[in-house]
């Protein structure tokens, strides 16, 4: 059950977080720390039902998924892409690739996800890997939340469902139109953005769970959106 005072409520999902995950590594990104769920975990296995009774919406922020894999290798190997610049993480998840943006040296990382538990995830994250990262639930899709001084915006995984790649791909272009740096990481989603304003920049091999991908090697992209 959700609480209604924000700070308990904020506590309370740490609690889960910390009860129903692991603290590990993905094989691609060793350097990071993060609070995911593993075979070992409960939430591994949880049914709706389960999450629906601790009043948690499906606990996307418990997987490193595949796009923001990459994204965050690519950020963490060529640093020049964030360092000094003010970053946004769309869609943060467990936000790894806000960690990765901060480890590389950005100026100042925000981190977004309409979902409060990636946004606890992401700060408990942050606060593992001894980063700062600010990160907040407004849905910056839908209102005017985004600030203007935002260099550069990083969205891993985000075309994963076609309601959700339908509002993210206007908003990224006019994003990247506006003279942002925009950079996205996908392992090949249906529902990715298509078009010549698309500029692959680099491959890369991400080892995933059988369970959550339906294999055990996903092949992800980093992409720039051009003006
Ligand atoms: C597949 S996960 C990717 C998470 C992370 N970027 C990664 O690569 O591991 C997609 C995330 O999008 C978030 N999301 C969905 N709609 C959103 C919106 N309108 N604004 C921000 N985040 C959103 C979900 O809550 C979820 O955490």
Redesign the pocket.
Known sequence: MAETDPAREAERIARFITEQTAVTSTALLPELRLHLATEITPLWQASEAYLAQHGA?PP??A???????A?ARHVLDHPAIVAGRRVL??????G??AIAAARAGALRVRA????PF?VVATLRNASLNEVVVDADAS????NDTLDDDVEVIL????C?EHA?AT??TPWLRAQARAGKTVLV?DPGRAYLVTGADLEPLARYEVPVSDDVEGASLSVASVFRLRA
């Open positions: 919406p996307f922020w997987f490193a998924w595949a796009g923001g894999q994204l993480d769309f869609a943060c998840g467990s790894l690739v977004t996800d309409v979902d990636a849905d910056v899709l839908s969205a891993g995984d985000v994963y959700m509002r993210v990481g």
